[in-house]
């Protein structure tokens, strides 16, 4: 862990443990410039783990942030870019199904300064960074059982998606090969995810180029069954046969 991770990681700590914290103390307590830490604040905002406010920061209560938070940080280059793709994506007025997880909340942290957007979750992070963002998006949080990741599932859950017809369904997930795409969660998980499909018109399949190419426990859907995948590379050229031939659009940088 660098430098600077090891201060974010004690900036993090203790934002949750007082709620709010102030530049003049961190940079005390860290002994670092006030301009270090304002630095420091700015992308941790930026990330979604903390908000900035006017002479510190509040910190944004996830119930299973440190596991979270943790997989946040891997691939995080590649998340961005990914999440930078599908904002470009989402035109003024769209609605958005989004399931948990942490490619999708990168997505939520690209268009948390948007307005013009309808967002409906079952992932309390989500939610919480669309909250707490500086845009005006509208925010639908699915009720349901409360499972990992501070995300809901079960009957209410799938009750309250039928209610929707939406333009796109952003999803994570946990592999992908040539014929389909998986969870490597839990049946319900998978279901969720599935009913989300269902009421979109279109499906984006969020996942860095490590999760193509390999397999999970449960089976989602075929890949005939989906719009698009956004990824952050070139997929390999049996991926890419694979797409081509179930007629679905590849995104990824310069592509």
């Given at each position: ?43 941790l905002d930026e990330r979604g783990l903390l908000q900035k406010v006017h002479g ?39 609605s958005v199904m989004m399931n948990a997880g942490t490619t999708v909340y ?150």
């Amino acid at each position: 862990m660098s430098l600077t991770e090891q201060r974010w990681d004690r900036i993090l700590s203790v934002a949750a443990e007082r709620q709010k914290v102030t530049v003049n103390d961190l940079a005390l307590e860290l002994d670092v410039s006030r301009e270090t830490i304002r630095r420091d604040l700015s992308q941790l905002d930026e990330r979604g783990l903390l908000q900035k406010v006017h002479g510190g920061a509040i910190h944004v209560h996830s119930a299973s942030e440190g596991a979270f938070r943790k997989r946040q940080g891997q691939n995080a280059k590649e998340k961005n870019t990914i999440a930078q793709l599908v904002n470009e994506l989402l035109k003024p007025g769209e609605s958005v199904m989004m399931n948990a997880g942490t490619t999708v909340y990168a997505v939520a942290n690209a268009i948390a300064s948007r307005d013009d957007l309808t967002v409906i979750t079952n992932s309390l992070d989500i939610a919480s960074r669309l909250l707490h963002g500086h845009g005006g998006n509208s925010v639908v949080l699915l009720g349901g059982n409360l499972g990992r990741d501070s995300q809901t599932f079960g009957e209410m859950t799938m009750e309250e998606i039928r209610r929707f017809r939406v333009d796109h369904a952003v999803l994570t997930i946990g592999a992908m090969d040539t014929t389909s795409i998986f969870f490597d969660f839990s049946i319900e998980i998978a279901s969720v995810a599935r009913a989300m499909m269902q009421q979109a018109r279109q499906t984006t399949i969020v996942a860095d180029n490590q999760k193509l190419g390999r397999t999970a426990l449960v089976e989602l859907c075929k890949i005939k069954d989906l719009s698009r995948v956004v990824t952050d590379a070139p997929p390999s050229a049996e991926m890419s046969r694979a797409f081509a031939e179930a007629k679905v659009d590849v995104i990824f940088p310069d592509g």
